[in-house]
């Protein structure tokens, strides 16, 4: 039994399997904080690209009046306006400033 524990306590076969483990355990994960950061802001353009197509949607309409025998019925129209953010590129990716990280 003294022997055995012995050779356990010399046994070095594992250390350089475990040591390349670990770095190639972190290689992989820095690559993958580095492309779910990259997937993170390609998915945030996207959805401003969208945001922006629906907001420059023109929903400006005009419906003519009609006119019969004896009765009539009046037109109706409606002008669509671009709102607050429509463009497109309106968000971006900036750091706030101190003040507005602090609070102020």
């Known amino acids: ?6 050779r356990l306590m010399n046994d070095e076969a594992g250390f350089i399997v475990s040591a390349e483990l670990v770095l190639v355990a972190t290689i ?14 390609n998915i945030n353009s996207e959805l401003e690209d969208i945001g922006s197509a629906f907001g ?18 009046s037109g109706s129209s409606f002008y669509d306006v671009p709102d607050f953010c429509d463009g497109q590129n309106d968000i971006g990716l900036e750091a706030p400033s101190s003040g507005e990280w602090m609070g102020n």
Do not use: D, P, R, W
Request: hydrophobic share 40%; glycine share 10%.
């Open 1 to 6: 039994m003294n022997a055995l524990c012995t």
């Open 28 to 41: 992989a994960i820095l690559a993958m904080i580095v492309g779910l950061s990259e997937v993170a802001t």
């Open 56 to 73: 420059n949607l023109n929903q400006s309409y005009q419906v003519q009046g009609t006119k019969g025998h004896k009765g009539s019925a």
